[in-house]
């Protein structure tokens, strides 16, 4: 299973729904149960983090005020209008 958050947020700006919703944690759900070595998963939270909470991120796993491939982790981009 490939590293893709959902992007099924249920607002008509991105085309998505709660169905999709839905859609994605229950194939996360069925894929997670397959693989025996995965013993607890859980959903931190279901919208975007801000640039600055990013940030904040950061500092508190690394200890450095920049470490570009976290971040580029944590941030993911936003369709327009939100």
Do not use: I
């Not at 194939?27 to 939270?45: K, T």
């Amino acid at each position: 299973m490939s590293r893709k958050p959902s992007g099924a947020a249920p607002v008509a700006q991105n085309g998505s729904s709660a169905e999709l919703q839905r859609q994605f944690f229950s194939g996360f759900l069925a894929a997670m149960r397959q693989q025996p070595q995965v013993r607890f998963a859980s959903v931190l939270q279901l919208s975007d983090w801000s640039a600055a909470e990013c940030d904040a991120f950061v500092r508190y796993y690394t200890g450095q005020d920049t470490f570009p491939p976290l971040h580029e982790y944590l941030v993911q981009p936003r369709p327009a209008g939100r």
